[in-house]
């Protein structure tokens, strides 16, 4: 535990760079929260854990390689998410009300959160800092394609792009287009072709000529 | 929290010379070992029943080095903003590192055994329907203009435009209203979108964007 004594050490040896002096602030704060009684530490533990081990991208994953071999899932998918995949089991925070949108070759739709970094937490976990950054959030919505191409995405020219800036709390999940001589796949190896980025639509999946590369 | 001057940072979509994206590959969701406990104190406040999340997304916005911040920076000052404003907290007790006052009770602490229920059900933001939406989908809107004093989720660059209804999402806890401690006055809330070319003009053609807006930031086209 450092304490204050420590911190002027610091300053005195010249190295109290910046991400030093946030973890001693941080570390001062959650000091005095938990000596008040306002966080139990077990639970912060415990917050920590389910972010980094239970929730996460292969979660969406499995909803969208059930929606490509089950069309009856698809279509209840696309018409009630939220049910659609609770009933896979994901369900909670930041994905209380899901719409999932699907990419066609007329349509690839594209997903922001303009004003902070609303993300669907349940299906893909705590989101990547590109899309928080004020880089993503200011060019999505205006120039989408260009966005693409730095994500190595080029779209056919008569793709059209549909933006989707969430702006409240409904949480959307883009469902690509199933990859080419994924015919013979079941559903467990198709879940692996489907990556994060293609779930927020600056990716597309991964070929499964790429996967047996 | 509503004046005249209200100024916030994070309003981003369409500004331009922000530059190109920083790609990472992996998953890791920290890049410093204080972020992941910045991410857990701020949900297990948020979950303290003190504040609400439109409370604590106005926080964010308005701390004046928004830009500059890194994003749990941003996190970190906000928590901070609202743990002081309302005494649960003061300057003196951080820079000590231990608590210098009894605590103010709070309506809960999250235990660790809560996590998984909390994290489960989350906090749906849908109401009963008490009244007809005022539109229906395929409806001609345009989005009420501003300067809108207080927080918002209405973008600018969604500001005095016209959009189509495309989609009803029932009626939701109004964020305006509930950022502002005056409730959750639930409105219905629409997907509506604008074309690309109303938005930008150097958009191209085909491009369409939506926002999920609420009934009062709608009005009759």
Redesign the interface.
Known sequence: MSGPDDRVRSIDAGHLSEIGEMDLRVRALESVLVEKGYVDPAALDELIDTYETRIGPRNGARVVARAWIDAKYRDWLLSDATAAIAWLGYTGRQSEHMIAVENTPQRHNLVVCTLCSCYPWAVLGLPPAWYKSAQYRSRAVRDPRDVLTEFGVTLPPDTDIRVWDSTAEVRYLVVPIRPEGSEDLGEEELATLVTRDSMIGTGLPVSPEALDA | MSSDDYVTH???????G???????SG?E?W????E??????Q???GA?GVWNLDMT?SA??TLPDY?QRS?Y?IW?GA??KQ?EERG??SAD???????LRP?IP?PR????R???T?????????RSATKAPLFAVGRHVRTICGPIPHHT???G??QGKTAVIE?L?GM??F?DANANGHGEQPQW?Y?VVFRGTD??P???G?????????EPYLEAA
Do not use: C, N
Request: overall charge negative; aromatic content about 8%.
């Open positions: 994070a309003d981003l979509g369409g500004q331009l922000h530059g190109s994206i920083k790609l990472e998953f969701p890049h410093a070992a204080w992941p406990r910045v991410f857990a104190l949900l297990a406040m303290a997304r964010r916005e830009l994003y920076e970190f928590l901070l743990l649960l907290v007790e951080l820079a000590a590192g231990r608590s605590p709070v602490i999250v235990r660790a809560d996590v998984p909390l994290q489960a059900h989350g906090a749906p933001t849908e989720r209405l973008p660059y969604a989609r999402h939701h806890v964020a809330l997907t938005l930008w150097d958009a191209e085909g491009l369409t964007v939506s926002i999920d807006a609420w």
